[in-house]
């Protein structure tokens, strides 16, 4: 089973600054990664699938990059509504998650 | 509305039986394959099982620490998935949520349902 190890845990910032979140696997999972975000007492919600694709709907200040075993979520300008949890996923070997990154207001 | 609506949650003792259903609307239910995935009081998520369309011969497939213990099934004439849980133990107390496989056979989520809390207490 691939583990994803997420960091940092937990990311104080405030509106309107960039938020860059890594996801690192402990063996190779090529482009085979998403990421989801989480607010909470709500299910999570696809926003990147394989590596770079933003899921329909999702606004463009989100991005993805990284291949093979690091991987990182870029939001580029935070707005309040991005404050929640964010998990990654990967698909290459079984189905795994991440342990999840909190982006709080600072 | 396209929507997954889980039910069957509840309080159970150790070592009992439990089924979860996932009601799907708004979409061609039989040409996605379908998941469980849980989330345990303020943790992350883990992936419990899934099940393949018909079109993909229906095959499962389920996570290490569920595999003898819950069977996954679906019954495409009502939209309906399953999980039947047995041998519940403390450590499967979470929110179970059924998700959708995006684009119908990849392994991502991109629905999900508003989840189901199931809590393993004697």
């Known amino acids: 089973e691939t583990v994803l190890t997420q960091s940092p845990a937990t990311l104080s910032l405030s509106p309107g600054e960039r938020a860059t979140l890594s996801c690192r696997a402990s063996?190779?999972?090529?482009?085979?990664l998403a990421w989801y975000q989480q607010k909470p007492g709500q299910a999570p919600r696809l926003l990147i699938y394989?590596?770079?694709n933003r899921a329909t709907g999702i606004p463009p200040r989100f991005s993805g990059s990284g291949s093979g075993t690091d991987f990182t979520l870029t939001i580029s300008s935070l707005q309040p509504e991005d404050f929640a949890v964010y998990y990654c996923q990967q698909r290459s070997n079984w189905l795994t998650f991440g342990g999840g990154t909190k982006v709080e207001i600072k | 509305e396209v929507q997954l609506v889980e039910s069957g949650g509840g309080l159970v003792q150790p070592g009992r039986s439990l089924r979860l259903s996932c009601t799907a609307s708004g979409f061609s239910f039989d040409d996605y394959a379908m998941s469980w995935v849980r989330q345990a009081p303020g943790k992350g998520l883990e992936w419990v099982s899934f099940?393949?369309?018909?079109?993909?011969?229906?095959?499962?497939e389920y996570a290490a620490s569920v595999k003898g213990r819950f069977t996954i099934s679906r019954d495409d004439s009502e939209s309906i998935a399953y999980l039947q849980m047995t041998y519940l133990k403390p450590e499967d107390t979470a929110v179970y949520y059924c998700?959708?496989?995006?684009?119908?056979?990849?392994?991502?989520?991109?629905?999900w349902g508003r989840g189901t809390l199931v809590a393993v207490s004697s």
């Open positions: 063996q190779t999972v090529g482009s085979n």
């Open positions: 099940i393949r369309s018909k079109l993909y011969g229906g095959a499962v």
């Open positions: 394989d590596t770079s």
């Open positions: 998700t959708r496989f995006f684009r119908g056979n990849s392994e991502y989520f991109d629905l």
